[in-house]
């Protein structure tokens, strides 16, 4: 047509385009999942709309995605019936980089080589603009819902897009088409059984119907068929099918590192399937924090950010299927819904004991999960104070006796010297430097344990004044951490010296010469070898924590 206007890509985008086609190529088959993840996407937005507004469905209620392979021409369509783009739409989704997964992506990939990049494109999939991975060109055309009108984008994926009205009769009845003119080497998108097993393997349990059509003459054929994984009863899903529905839903390429599915019954009615992933996801530890887990209401997508989960359990991946919530809620009265903090609570408490049941029957696979999520486990122990000790007990550290943070509270505890009353702990941002410290020297000789804290986080929560088992956690650097009362071995417990006269006058006349600078100064037990360490004086902020606050010019 005329009025089709052609448009620069955003520089991001032209950069990501470049990257894909070059450095890529091994892992192409993820265009599929990515084409076909967008079409359930677009149908489960049109549901959720059409519970406003009925007609948006027109005689055709049933989403349905219809991949259409031509292999005499080349040509690979993967077609839905959702809810559609206008042209200032399809400006704004297909010509910039909305999602900032994508951007952390590129990051990452321009700093990755070789191998590593296919890896990458494995783990965290990239969306729309993987169709050139495969194609030379990429044809949109689409008709929003309860629109007459239709709209088509095209582009060869090299710097520039154009967009603009399509005639009607080329568009779907509603919806969009996305057709890919392959590659003279990615022809073989096109054989129908090469389609149905990336389907079936990538795809399968996509919440829509997924049909496909070869065009060379065989019938339509259903390849999958739409239903919801999380209402099939555990024993017909096999470990596959988890894997497949936690990439689609968590976009995640990984294996999950534990899948919790379960149904709540009882004074409310909701299936919970969520996934621990196997490796970080990108956004972890962006500042909004925000979590990812999926409300459906009976089987109808509803939002992502219902924050079903607290932030320190934003990792975890997966879907919250309500049978009881109202349909009509709109996203912003969900939130202030009395029957979605119940489900938080519910699924908070089971993502909680699992990991503590997992803990219990496989330290090595819960050792993964803590070494990729502890830091975001411990925001909780100052964030959720009803569950401290619950969060606690999940908790792993590193300490004078273990390499790894490895060693539970429990173990700490079970392992803590005759007359020792708290549980002594450390900060600093460098296990070396701490563990050379001679604030440890006391300890050591009496051979009581340190917990060794190297994360931001820590500094935090134990100022919280935490406690465990009814002991106190207590700063190696403030006073309190006074060492009189343990014995340094057997002799000394008999007959302890007192401390010397001479001792005393020279305590005098140091705090005479620092005068002001300090607040005390005593003789201690706490040193072995080195002749003097600076503390915090009993109850006041911890060294660490003093250090971070002035770092943070407070
Ligand atoms: P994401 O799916 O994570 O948002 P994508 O790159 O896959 O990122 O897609 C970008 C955007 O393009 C989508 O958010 C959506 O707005 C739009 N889009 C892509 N495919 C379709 C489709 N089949 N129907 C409607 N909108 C689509
Ligand atoms: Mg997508």
């Known amino acids: 047509t005329t009025d089709m206007e052609t448009k620069s890509f955003e520089a991001d985008v032209a950069r990501l385009l470049h990257m894909m086609v070059h450095s890529v190529y091994s892992e192409r088959d993820v265009f599929l999942r990515e084409l076909i993840s967008n079409a359930a996407d677009a149908c489960e937005k049109l549901r959720y709309e059409a519970i406003a507004r009925p007609e948006l469905l027109g005689d055709d209620p049933k989403p349905r995605i219809t991949v259409v392979a031509d292999a005499e021409n080349k040509r690979l369509s993967i077609e839905d019936n959702g809810i559609g783009m206008n042209g200032a739409e399809m400006t704004e989704a297909l010509g910039t980089i909305a999602r900032s997964g994508t951007r952390a992506f590129m990051e990452r990939l321009e700093a990755a080589r070789g191998g590593e990049k296919a890896e990458l494109v494995g783990q965290f999939g990239v969306g729309f603009y993987s169709a050139f991975m495969v194609a030379e ?307 050591r000789a009496r051979g009581i344990e340190v917990l060794l804290l190297t994360d931001p986080i820590d500094a935090f929560w134990t100022a919280n004044a935490p406690e465990f088992d009814g002991k106190p956690f207590k700063s190696v650097t403030q006073g309190g951490a006074d060492l009189t009362e343990i014995p340094l071995n057997k002799a000394e417990a008999k007959d302890k010296p007192e401390t010397p006269a001479e001792v005393d006058g020279f305590l005098a006349f140091v705090k005479e010469t620092l005068g002001d600078d300090v607040s005390d100064v005593r003789a201690s037990d706490r040193l072995t070898e080195s002749a003097v360490c600076l503390v915090a004086p009993e109850n006041a902020l911890d060294r660490q924590f003093e250090r971070l606050l002035s770092a943070a010019g407070r």
Not at 368 to 386: H, R, S, T
Request: glycine share 8%; no cysteine.
């Open 137 to 443: 060109k990429v044809e949109v055309v689409s008709r929003p819902a309860g629109s007459e009108e239709a709209w088509r984008w095209t582009s060869d994926g090299k710097g520039s897009y154009s967009v603009g009205p399509a005639k009607p009769e080329d568009a779907p009845q509603r919806g969009t088409r996305v057709v890919l003119h392959l590659m003279e080497d990615a022809v073989s998108y096109t054989e129908p059984y090469r389609l149905e097993r990336l389907v079936k393997s990538h795809s399968g349990h996509v919440p829509v119907p997924v049909s496909l059509v070869d065009k060379s003459g065989a019938e339509p054929r259903e390849i999958a068929d739409g239903t919801a994984l999380w209402v099939k009863s555990k024993n017909e899903i096999k470990r596959e099918d988890y894997t497949d529905f936690y990439r689609s839903v968590a976009g995640q390429y990984d294996e999950p590192a534990a899948t919790i599915h379960f149904r709540a019954e009882g004074r409310q009615e909701y299936n919970v399937l969520a996934f621990i992933p196997g490796s970080r996801p990108f956004d972890l530890f962006d500042p909004d924090r925000s979590g990812h887990m999926k409300l459906y209401v009976r089987r109808v997508f509803i939002t992502d950010d219902a924050e079903l989960v607290p932030r320190y359990l934003r990792f975890v991946r997966g879907i919250v299927d309500s049978a009881d919530l109202p349909l009509n809620i709109s996203r912003e009265m969900i939130q202030q819904n009395p029957l979605l903090a119940t489900i938080r609570k519910g699924v908070t408490s089971r993502v909680l004991n699992d990991l503590a049941k997992l803990a219990e029957n496989d330290a090595e696979a819960y050792g993964k999960i803590w070494e990729n999520f502890g830091a975001v486990i411990k925001e909780g122990l100052y964030e959720d104070f009803e569950r401290r000790e619950q969060i606690l007990k999940l908790v792993r550290f590193g300490s004078t006796t273990t390499g790894e943070a490895s060693r539970s509270l429990a173990d700490y505890v079970a392992g803590m010297k005759e007359g020792q009353k708290a549980i002594y702990f450390m900060t600093g941002d460098d296990r070396a430097r701490l563990e050379g410290s001679p604030q440890l020297e006391g300890f």
